[in-house]
DNA sequence: CAGTGAGCGAGCTTCCGCTTGACTT
């Protein structure tokens, strides 16, 4: 066995450290964690200075018990994770669990894996850093505390299996806030006025010049002025000022850039791009993929240079040190980028090419030189009036990064600038066209998955290996949903200045169509307002932050853990007490108004499946009657007359063959019921409308397509049916589905067949339970 | 697999951060 065990966190970076190490070296991986607080319960011993009662974790026991073997047996024991709070925490349980000799223990840390970092790190061990170990227990006890305190709350004050968190419930706060804002905006518009001029380039060919005017006018009446003063007026250039103007590359990705370029230019969702990015990072062609780091290593940098030369040359390489401003960042690892730079293609699937040349580039524009453009702008004045209208063009003098990468960002009506015209001071200009078109403020945008995220680390909250399942955890408790939102059709007016004419025009645009973003849901906002009502600290967007710079003090040494938790557990635990006794169930009820045929009044609240209107109330003698709203209503902006259709539905239709047929939404949509049997409706039918002609058409259609869907009844008991399914023939027995195989033409099927098909796929029903639990 | 909206009570749910596989449709 070797003399020496290094324990690194990840097996992809034992399996390359073990090749710069000699035979003396053996490496293993703790796969992050090895141990947590106990998994029932709370943990943490409340009577005993808040003890943590920490268990070696169900999926780790088998990497224990073989990392205990190993060390054993080995005469040191190098503790190698990551330098921040976290790693060291890791390498204080490896010691700890692992009941390692102090004396042969060593804690090393490398932030390059290349043979010269990894030796220089062996030269200088040092101890485990206990401060550092404290500030993570702080860490880990607070969140345990808040989660499994407030949880509790919502499940006996709103629904049960609901969650809350000093991540997760601040990440849904900004999405419901967002909501609102979105809800109470009013746009307001103004006239923006722009002109097409006729103009002769200094070589004297006709040229055009768009121009627009530097004013707004807030009014119809004031741009109608400004166009009647402007018939007839003469235009001259007033002044051409060109400038200089540079633009630098942006810094190298992080988890969080990674996700949000990944989501805009290649349309991936914040999971997606950390799964890919797995994979690139476990065949060795990129670097650790969660980091918040923006640095590169001096290998890096030395091997970028050499492709940029090898490329562009010498002059479009810049050499640059990124630094990381973000709040908490840790940076225990490099920036994400490719291992090797001169790898500019890999092999790998689509998604992972993709990406691949995604973190290329980025990474290689970052240590190339600026941008140099030229800014032109040319000024014309009107004879008419004190307006100036304004010519923008752009010119790139030298490409420089941007001959490789350009970050795209979340705005997308920004217009590119082109190349103007060579023109010359004081020359006229004729107007060939005036345009005064009434422009509207736009909507703050939704949050998206990598905006999300971006906002998050902004406010520090979240770490790089939390983004995307934070994300995950918020939809799946149903705060909030991914979703589309059509155009809305809006209708603006348009006043054109032709010919010496004015014309008046009323036209339409389609806006604020939004594709794939987070909407909050009705359980979302009752949780987020009871929350920030009564546990406003925890909800508090500067929170994470605070108790941050606490940690910091731990990590210093200034102040005791347990003592920082005993002030804050002592201040939390009595409001969630009061909150017990004294808070009502929040259903989120509304009281719309009144239903105008019976008089009773009509509300919403969320039931017991789920967000619901109501006519009457539970006191009154007179049951009242329900309906569930539809997905794309929320409690807090349905009006009256929404709730009222809804009470449209079911509708009797009339008789079909002696049996009643009703019309209903459902979960998959508008359906027909009739005689036990549902018949979706097709989109272009109206369940308002739809007549009982058309639905005994619609059941009729679907009989039909039934009777086409049943190739063959086999077995005695007719327990074997072939079907034709959508991934082609199949059959079923005892409600499972089992496959053909293809070598078999289905009408030649025979019971016998069938059941031996049954033995050899087996009956097992698929465990959902499992799958989900992780 | 589309309906449902009384109420009681047993037993369960839940956090954030480190890290990869095993699982299926």
Redesign the pocket.
């Known amino acids: 066995m070797s003399k020496n065990l290094v324990i690194v966190?990840?097996?992809?970076k034992a399996k390359t450290i073990e090749k710069f190490l000699g035979s003396d070296y053996q490496v293993m991986s703790s796969?992050?964690?090895i141990r947590?607080?106990a998994?029932k319960?709370i943990g943490i011993d409340f009577e005993h200075n808040y003890k943590p009662l920490y268990v070696v974790s169900s999926d780790k026991k088998k990497v224990v018990s073989e990392l205990k073997k190993a060390a054993k047996e080995a005469e040191t024991v190098w503790l190698a994770s990551?330098e921040?709070?976290?790693g060291e925490a890791i390498a204080w349980h490896l010691f700890d669990e692992l009941k390692l000799d102090k004396k042969k223990t060593r804690r090393i840390v490398f932030h390059e894996i290349t043979k010269d970092a990894i030796v220089k790190a062996i030269e200088n061990p040092r101890e485990i850093d206990d401060h550092l170990v404290d500030a993570q227990q702080a860490r880990?006890v607070l969140?345990?505390i808040v989660?499994?305190e407030l949880?509790?709350v919502l499940?006996k004050k709103v629904k049960?299996?609901l969650?809350?968190?000093?991540?997760?419930?601040v990440a849904v706060r900004l999405i419901v806030e967002r909501e609102r804002e979105i809800n109470n905006f009013v746009a307001e518009s103004s006239y923006r006025v722009n002109a097409v001029f006729q103009a002769v380039d200094v070589k004297g060919n006709p040229a055009e010049l768009k121009a627009e005017l530097q004013h707004r006018f807030s009014n119809k009446e004031d741009a109608m002025a400004f166009l009647e003063h402007s018939k007839g007026a003469s235009f001259s250039i007033s002044d051409i000022v060109t400038k200089p103007a540079k633009k630098s590359p942006a810094p190298p990705f992080t988890t969080s850039t990674l996700q949000q370029e990944a989501a805009r230019k290649l349309g991936f969702s914040v999971s997606q791009t950390m799964r890919v990015a797995?994979t690139l990072y476990?065949s060795g062609k990129i670097t650790?993929m969660?980091t918040d780091s923006v640095n590169l290593s001096d290998l890096a940098l030395n091997t970028s240079r050499a492709e940029i030369t090898s490329m562009a040359g010498e002059k479009y390489v810049k050499i640059r040190k990124f630094t990381t401003n973000t709040k908490g960042a840790?940076e225990a690892h490099e920036a994400i980028r490719p291992t090797y730079m001169n790898a500019h293609t890999i092999e790998g699937t689509a998604q992972e090419k993709k990406l691949y040349d995604l973190i290329w580039k980025r990474t290689i524009a970052s240590q190339m030189a600026d941008a140099e453009l030229e800014k032109t702008s040319v000024f014309i004045n009107c004879s008419c009036n004190q307006h100036q209208f304004v010519a923008t063009g752009e010119v790139i003098v030298f490409d420089g990064f941007l001959k490789v990468y350009l970050e795209s960002t979340d705005d997308e009506d920004e217009e590119a600038a082109d190349r103007l015209p060579a023109l010359k001071a004081n020359q006229s200009l004729k107007a060939d066209e005036i345009v005064a078109q009434q422009r509207f403020t736009q909507k703050p945008p939704r949050y998206g998955e990598a905006s999300l995220v971006r906002k998050l680390e902004e406010l520090g909250i979240?770490?790089?290996?939390?983004y995307a399942p934070?994300i995950t955890?918020i939809q799946n408790r149903s705060y909030v949903e991914k979703g589309d939102r059509p155009a809305e059709k809006r209708t603006f007016n348009m006043l054109v200045l032709k010919e010496g004419k004015i014309s008046d025009k009323i036209k339409t645009e389609n806006t604020g169509a939004e594709k794939s973003k987070l909407f909050p849901t009705d359980i979302g906002m009752v949780v987020n307002d009871f929350l920030t009502e009564y546990f406003p600290t925890i909800l508090n967007y500067n929170f994470t932050a605070q108790v941050e710079k606490e940690f910091d003090s731990i990590a210093d040494g200034k102040i005791n853990w347990v003592s920082s938790i005993d002030k804050f557990y002592k201040q939390f635990h009595p409001v969630v007490e009061d909150t017990l006794k004294n808070s009502e169930r929040q259903v989120g009820e509304r009281i719309l108004g009144t239903d105008p045929k019976s008089g009773r009044q009509i509300s919403v609240k969320i039931?017991?499946?789920?967000p619901?209107a109501q006519i009457g109330t539970?006191e009154e003698e007179e049951k009242p009657v329900?309906a569930?709203l539809r997905k794309d209503q929320l409690i807090e902006t349905i009006t009256l007359e929404d709730a009222l259709e809804l009470f449209k539905l079911p509708r009797q239709l009339g008789e079909f063959e002696g049996k009643e047929m009703t019309v209903?939404i459902?979960?998959?949509?508008p359906?027909i019921r009739h005689d036990g049997s549902?018949y979706?409706l097709p989109k272009t039918d109206d369940p308002l409308s739809v007549a009982a002609e058309r639905a005994i058409s619609i059941i009729e259609e679907k009989r039909e397509a039934e009777k086409n869907k049943v190739i063959a009844v086999l077995g005695e008991q007719n327990e074997y049916q072939v079907l034709n399914g959508r991934f082609g023939p199949y059959f079923t027995f005892e409600k499972n589905n089992y496959k053909i195989p293809k070598s078999i033409d289905p009408k030649t099927l025979t019971a016998d067949k069938c059941k031996e098909l049954v033995e050899q796929q087996g009956t097992?029903k698929?465990?959902k339970k499992g799958?989900r639990k992780?």
């Not at 979240?462 to 939390?466: F, Q, Y």
Request: charged share 30%.
């Open positions: 966190e990840s097996p992809a796969f992050g964690h947590d607080l998994e319960g990551d921040d709070r976290e880990r969140d345990r989660g499994f949880s509790p499940w049960p299996s969650s809350a968190g000093r991540v997760q419930s797995q476990e650790y969660r840790q979240g770490r790089p290996s939390t934070t955890t039931g017991r499946f789920g619901v539970a329900f569930s209903a459902g979960r998959f949509g359906y549902f979706s097992a698929p465990k799958f992780k």
